[in-house]
């Protein structure tokens, strides 16, 4: 049997060593001291401890090219005699091992039924460090992407049965803007796990300072109904580049979508690091009860507030991703036409249940009056004179969320000049506009998540600013104008999670910047970099030496004013003498 050659940097004379210093040097620092072996190794070898087994199937699966180990049909390979030397492992053991890993993974799948369960079950296997290295979050990523690829036509399958998605929205918001973040984070995650190097000061000045990112541990991901794929595998994204375990809770409402991550992510990803569990609101409160190290949720403001009481008994960090009613203001003077196309579409894609939609229009009177045709002639261009029989306009999710939006548009003291029409049975509602409203109307007091348009008439900017910060800050903000200087008014006086000028979404397309709200609207953002940090602790670290040890015994008592004016001097930091004029 031929075998390839081993190479280590250092030598670790345990397995249980090895596992250690990969979690230390691979992509971290190459400084460290060589770690010790683990004085608990013996106790890891009996069949009650977990982590030695994890740590074999760590080799198995993802330090293969590292330590010369070829995986054959029906078990393990021999390990070549001088891996087999610097582990002190021998190839009984190693079978051995592994067996009783299969065997441990045939108890986990049969006998693991309660939350609490799974959730310790996650902790075990973090523990090993098995999510740690550079290499396992690269293949585990890379699964996540052949998911995407290998299932398109099941994805928009799904998506078209929960929310009648055309194929072409399901492909631009759910499948692309996964693909795209995923390939985002796979190209720049040795980067971003590098230590980042800060400055230090004089007694300081030999000591490495620097900021390491670290996986929080075990993670909840609570996912939306509305972008059923997005909302739950974005921030799985972020979970597995930062090197967590997660556990994934698909919304039940939509229920194809739902099943379809239960069955797929098992198969492409790694089963002992990432659990998918599927229930309704009583299974999310079970689930709750158990300690995670962050939870990252998605959806209404009302659950919101139930989770975080939850997590504020164990002390967790939450994420929230939240809504709001987000503004459009159109002053200035614009090009109508091309105005209403990307207000419609913006407004009306994904049958207007997108949290960053605008939720409604603020304008003067002369721009609404020019508006109406355009966004009428706008709708018949995408959807036809009867938007019903379209292929390319979507669906309410569920009769509950239909009658929702129909009873707040007939509570609604506002005139309907376009659309209004809707059918039970299909759950359908026509792209919508009412005029003649203002803000104690039922449609002013609550996101609509429909395809409803309100438009309020302001005749200056002005008003329309304070209309917005008069109310809670909004997920997103859209303002279309030709005036450079109307935009950023607008944008330097109001707050919101996102900013977008002369269209609307596209912002939150982009991997290369944050998507998040503010205030009542969320906390927390990610997409790219910022999935990665959301899902990362900032550790501040100090290797110190013995350098420089007269400015150290300063602070040794007994104290004196003369070692305080030195020590002052050596540690504070100075003001700059540049300044802005």
């Known amino acids: 049997m031929r075998y390839k050659k081993v190479i280590l940097k250092r030598r670790s004379p345990t397995l249980a060593g090895f596992s250690r210093f990969n979690a230390i040097t691979n992509g971290y620092s190459t400084k460290t001291k060589p770690v010790k072996p683990d004085p608990d190794e013996s106790k890891s070898r009996t069949p009650g401890n977990t982590s030695a087994v994890f740590r074999l199937h760590e080799l198995e699966t993802h330090f293969c090219k590292r330590l010369s180990l070829e995986l054959r049909e029906g078990g393990w390979s021999r390990v070549t005699s001088a891996a087999a030397g610097r582990f002190s492992l021998g190839d009984h053991y190693v079978s051995r091992e592994y ?35 550079l290499q396992f979050r690269l293949t585990q990523l890379s699964a996540l992407l052949s998911l995407m690829e290998d299932n398109e036509a099941q994805i928009v399958d799904a998506l078209r049965k929960d929310l009648g998605k055309p194929k072409f929205e399901a492909v631009l918001s759910e499948i692309d803007m996964v693909r795209n973040d995923i390939c985002y984070a796979i190209n720049n995650l040795k980067t971003w796990m590098t230590p980042e190097y800060v400055g230090t000061n004089l007694a300081t000045k030999f000591d490495d300072c620097f900021i390491r990112r670290e996986p929080f541990g075990v993670v909840l991901i609570i996912g939306a109904w509305n972008y059923p794929l997005q909302l739950i595998l974005l921030p799985l994204v972020g979970a597995i580049a930062a090197g967590n375990c997660a556990v994934l809770k698909p919304s039940e409402i939509s229920q194809a979508t739902e099943q379809l991550l239960a069955d797929l992510i098992p198969k492409y990803l790694s089963k002992e690091c990432y659990v998918v569990m599927c229930g309704g609101a009583e299974e999310t409160k079970k689930l709750l009860q158990n300690k995670f190290d962050h939870i990252f949720y998605t959806g209404s403001q009302s659950v919101a507030r139930g989770i975080l009481r939850a997590a504020a008994d164990h002390l967790t960090p939450v994420t929230l991703e939240l809504g709001g009613k987000s503004p459009c203001l159109i002053y200035g003077g614009v090009d109508i036409k091309t105005a209403a196309k990307r207000l419609v579409w913006a407004k009306y894609f994904n049958c207007g249940q997108s949290c960053v939609a605008p939720d409604y229009l603020l304008c003067d009177a002369e721009t609404r009056d020019a508006l109406l045709p355009a966004i009428r002639e706008a709708l018949e261009g995408f959807y036809g004179p009867d938007p019903q029989r379209c292929q390319d306009m979507g669906r309410i999710v569920t009769d509950k969320h239909w009658s929702h939006v129909m009873e707040l548009l007939g509570r609604s003291k506002g005139r309907v000049v376009i659309g209004g029409e809707s059918t039970r049975e299909d759950k359908y509602i026509a792209p919508t506009v009412v005029v003649d409203i203002d803000e104690t109307d039922a449609l002013m007091q609550e996101e609509i998540f429909g395809p409803v348009l309100p438009i309020i008439a302001l005749e200056t900017v002005e008003e329309a600013i304070d209309f917005v910060n008069a109310r809670e800050s909004p997920l ?29 979404i596209v912002h939150m397309t982009l991997p290369t910047l944050p998507f998040g709200g503010v205030g009542a609207s969320g906390m927390g953002c990610y997409h790219g970099r910022w999935s990665f940090d959301t899902f990362s602790h900032k550790r501040g670290c100090m290797f110190r030496g013995w350098a420089l040890e007269r400015i150290g015994a300063l602070r040794y008592p007994p104290y004196s004013d003369t070692n305080l004016s030195w020590l002052r001097w050596a540690t504070t930091t100075k003001k700059s003498s540049c300044s802005v004029m």
């Open 99 to 133: 067996s009783r890993f299969q065997k441990l993974r045939k108890v986990r799948c049969s006998k693991m039924e309660s939350h609490s369960e799974v959730v310790a079950w996650l902790r075990s296997v973090f523990r090993t460090g098995v999510t740690i290295p």
């Open 476 to 504: 997103a903000l859209y303002v279309f104008s030709d005036v450079p200087q109307l935009v950023t008014k607008v944008l330097e006086n109001t707050r919101s999670g996102g900013f977008c000028s002369n269209d609307g």
